[in-house]
């Protein structure tokens, strides 16, 4: 059993919580906790072949590309009660074409987009879910841009617990409220962005008994890490140069930074991979505060882009995301909405599927690049959130060229259109 406790991380302070109370902020100073472990170094060194041995096993926890890696993970009594629905474990996926677009040598995507609910929130959900369930939660909620909603909605169901959703008016995509309404989450507007929308979530949360699942819940970012874990196995443990991620409320920049930190604590990580966060360009106030050297973060009022899920102007994440591009000499970028746009493109003529938000990572790789911030033979690891099926809308509505052909209803009509077609 390895030791766990609920700390806050904020330099100064280290205030210790009660994991009983289910607090994610920390009483002295406000910060946001984290949980820590008294890890046995000595034994880390047979971590990996034990999690490779588990990827045959025959339970649901072995089976999972979350629970598979728990030693790293909070403990539970039983780890035959974790609340999983066979989450991680996504493919690494080579990409030649994409890697030249882009302009570097070595470019893979991690596809979050394989996971149950189609996104990286459920590596994540199953361990937020599975402590809800252990401290006797009833009714769990988020506020969200979409992929939390959807991914709560399903561990709540299979937990047996009631999940409420906040979404923004009219700022979500139908296919991701579709999943929330079909796994029986109650879902309401509030706000017109998700800032607002998460806001008034906080403050009513603990008025009305609701456990908090977004990213501000240190449980979440524990499954999160899991990503770097998987891809670092199936790297044979020889870390990329640069791990790129999409940024939107930082949940999944402080987790991935946090994985990295602690296997290389551990002795796991020869040497750490720089993390580069990008921001849509109407939505990036983490890029404005690093690469302007400040050290506080300037919240956007009214931030927009069509990449829904990364519309977000006020991070709540931002101090630990700040800690992480400190840690792994990070870097970070901003990218328009045609940028994406041609990103998306680019990888679906590799036959990768991907919602908006995720392309932003291609195209941030390729700004970077034409900038000279980043060298040509460099190994780059693209994590993409979400599955194309997430923002169908936005391929019909927004890309040009994408349009289905009316072909007529007679041989010599179709075969006449689709002659000019091919
Ligand atoms: N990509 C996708 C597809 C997302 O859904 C999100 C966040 C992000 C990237 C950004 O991740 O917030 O950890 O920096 N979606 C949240 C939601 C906000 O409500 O689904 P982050």
Redesign the pocket.
């Given at each position: 059993m390895i030791p766990t406790h609920l700390r806050c991380p904020t330099p100064g302070c280290g205030l210790e919580s009660d994991r009983e109370d289910g607090e994610y902020l920390c009483r002295r100073c406000h910060g946001l906790l984290e949980l820590t472990y008294d890890y046995p170094r000595q034994d880390a060194v047979g971590w990996p072949e034990l999690w490779r041995a588990r990827g045959h096993g025959g339970s649901a926890a072995d089976r999972s590309g979350v629970w598979r890696f728990r030693e790293l993970l909070p403990l539970f009594d039983d780890a035959e009660r974790v609340v999983s629905l066979g989450e991680g474990a996504t493919p690494l996926v080579d990409l030649s074409r994409a890697a030249s677009w882009a302009g570097v040598d070595h470019l893979s995507v991690k596809h979050?987009g394989a996971n149950p609910t189609g996104?990286?929130?459920d590596l994540g959900m199953t361990v937020c879910i599975t402590e809800a369930v252990r401290l006797g939660s009833k009714v769990v909620a988020?506020?969200?841009?979409?992929?939390?909603?959807?991914?709560m909605a399903a561990y709540a169901a299979r937990a047996g617990l009631k999940a409420v959703v906040f979404v923004p008016r009219g700022a979500v995509s139908g296919a991701?409220l579709a999943q929330a309404l079909d796994f029986g989450a109650r879902v309401v507007e509030v706000g017109d962005n998700?800032d607002q929308a998460f806001g008034i979530l906080r403050e009513l949360a603990p008025k009305l008994g609701l456990y908090l699942v977004?990213?501000v819940n240190p449980f979440r970012l524990e499954g999160?890490k899991s990503i770097a874990v998987g891809l670092l196995e199936q790297c044979d443990w020889r870390p990329p140069d640069y791990i790129v991620?999409?940024?939107?409320?930082?949940?999944?920049?402080?987790?991935i930074g946090k994985g990295l930190r602690e296997l290389s604590e551990l002795g796991l990580l020869a040497q750490m991979p720089r993390l580069v966060?990008v921001q849509a360009e109407g939505a990036a106030p983490f890029h404005k505060m690093w690469s302007s050297g400040s050290s506080a973060l300037i919240p956007v009022a009214d931030p927009s882009t069509r990449?829904t899920?990364?519309r977000?102007g006020n991070?709540a994440?931002w101090p630990r995301?700040r800690r992480v591009l400190e840690l792994t000499e990070g870097l970070t970028t901003a990218v328009s909405d045609l940028e994406i746009d041609e990103a998306k493109r680019e990888l679906a003529a590799c036959g990768i599927g991907c919602?908006p938000?995720?392309a932003s990572t291609l195209a941030g790789v390729r700004r970077l690049r034409l900038q000279g911030l980043m060298d040509r033979g460099v190994r780059v690891v693209l994590i993409l959130?979400?599955h194309q099926l997430?923002d169908t809308d936005y391929i019909t509505e927004h890309l040009a060229g994408a349009a289905v052909v009316a072909g007529g209803s007679t041989s010599a009509e179709v075969e006449s259109v689709v002659g000019r077609l091919v």
């Open positions: 979050q996104s990286f929130k988020c506020a969200s841009t979409g992929n939390t909603s959807s991914s991701k998700f977004n990213s999160q991620l999409p940024g939107g409320n930082l949940g999944n920049t402080s987790a966060v990449a899920a990364i977000i991070p994440n995301a919602e938000a995720s959130t979400g997430k």
